[in-house]
């Protein structure tokens, strides 16, 4: 099935990699070009959006690379300018930026704390006040919020910024769905669960916490908790991201779309 957004305009916010390999952002940004989308790849890491851009190019797709650090009002207002000003219309707009700094309440420390907040709830909230003008305008737009399953409950690790970040950024999906569904714009969640991407490969604290820093034991361990007996990929992430932000859910606004192989139904 080709052409499920063709010639919508896609903003991916967090476009790059942070390392080798298929971040779900990098994912979601060629997912979308394959569908017809032209994609701006933002990053504040220059290598990384030029990569995520040229894939897509070399795969006969329209794409431009964008370096912003979207945690500055200031910038994404001008990542939405320039986005405007090279495409004309931002129709798709994908907050995807995120990290998770390992640590309970007592071990996290503030300025962790403070990180998470800046880098997972602001960039998303920046996106949004931002863009949502762009597509009143426009009539049209629809936004995915790339959240977590830890947004709904403990998921194994304690990391108290990433439990809290992901679960407002939920809220304030839910919240700004209903506050805008008249006018034309639809907002969702997605919630990977397990995933095998690179962001968690070069978390050494999280290898620390799964498999005393042993990246194969954290995997091994990672699999054989999910009920489908093993981690998802940033193309199962990219594949709901898809489906949220084409027509196919034009009835579909403030919902949280869980892709964790079942992780969340299960008590032990
Ligand atoms: N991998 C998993 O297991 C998993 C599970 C659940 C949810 N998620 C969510 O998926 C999202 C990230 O996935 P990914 O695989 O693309 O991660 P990634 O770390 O590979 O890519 C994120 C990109 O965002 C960029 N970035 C970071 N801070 C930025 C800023 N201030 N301004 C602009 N760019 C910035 C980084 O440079 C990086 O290229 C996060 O929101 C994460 O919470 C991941």
Redesign the pocket.
């Known amino acids: 099935m080709n052409g499920r957004v063709q010639d919508r305009t896609a903003l991916v ?7 080798p390999g ?7 940004a060629v997912t979308l070009a394959r569908q017809g989308a032209q994609v701006m790849c ?4 220059p290598a ?2 030029e990569e995520t851009a040229a894939l897509i190019a070399a795969e006969g797709g329209t794409a431009v690379a964008h370096v ?4 500055s009002s200031d910038q994404v207002a001008a990542v939405r300018d320039a986005c405007v000003d090279r495409f004309g219309s931002i129709d798709i707009l994908v907050n ?5 700094p390992v640590g309970g309440v007592v071990e996290l420390s503030v300025e962790d704390w403070d990180r998470a907040f ?3 709830l602001k ?1 998303c909230f920046l996106g949004m006040k931002h863009v949502i003008p762009q597509m009143l305008a426009q009539g049209r737009g629809a936004i995915v919020n ?5 947004s709904l409950r403990w998921s194994g690790v304690a990391y108290a910024g ?1 439990y809290s970040t ?1 679960a407002a950024m939920n809220h304030l999906t839910r919240t700004t769905a209903v506050e805008y569904a008249a006018r034309g714009i639809r907002i969702n969640a997605v ?10 490969e ?1 978390s050494g604290a999280l290898a620390q916490d799964y498999g005393a820093g042993d990246i194969e034991a954290m995997w091994r361990k990672r699999d054989a908790q999910v009920p489908m007996g093993h ?1 998802g990929d ?1 193309w199962d ?1 990219a594949n709901a991201t898809l489906f949220l932000a084409s027509d196919e859910a034009r009835y579909i606004t403030g919902i949280e779309l869980v892709v964790d192989g079942g992780i969340t139904l299960k008590f032990a």
Do not use: F, Q
Not at 68 to 71: K, L, N, R, S
């Open positions: 916010m967090g476009a790059g990699s942070i390392g298929w971040g779900n952002g990098k994912a979601i933002v990053d504040r890491d990384a959006a912003a650090d979207a945690t995807n930026i995120g990290i998770a800046d880098i997972n960039t790339i959240s977590s399953v830890a990433y992901k919630l990977p669960g397990l995933m095998r991407t690179p962001m968690v070069n981690m940033a992430v």
